[in-house]
């Protein structure tokens, strides 16, 4: 999951800010201003988010003089089950990764 943030001078451009979205139909998100914070907000999915996409963002925030910020979740997913040859390999590695260490 990939999150934007614009912040800046945004009260003149919420229009325009609406307006940037991936070019994909199955894309279903919108901006969302965070009062708390004074800023934009929009997340991505990873299969959606395109090089143009952030190209066009970056270009917007350069012309009208706003700061862009990218959050990339770095955190790796849990594999599915055709992953893995047998379904004991997919529990064994299922356990070992939801395994925490807890201190009481």
């Known amino acids: 999951m990939i999150t934007y943030y614009i912040t800046g001078n945004t009260f003149d451009l919420k229009e325009e800010i609406k307006l940037l979205k991936p070019k994909r139909k199955d ?4 901006w969302i201003y965070n009062y708390d914070f004074k800023c934009w907000k929009l997340e991505v999915s990873n299969n959606i988010n395109s090089i143009k996409f ?19 979740l770095t955190k790796t997913l849990t594999k599915s089950m055709k992953d893995f040859e047998t379904a004991e390999e997919f529990f064994q590695y299922f356990h070992q990764h939801n395994q925490k260490k807890r201190f009481y």
């Open 54 to 72: 952030e190209k066009e963002l970056k270009e917007f925030s350069n012309k009208n003089n706003l700061k862009l910020e990218v959050c990339k």
């Open 27 to 30: 894309f279903k998100n919108w």
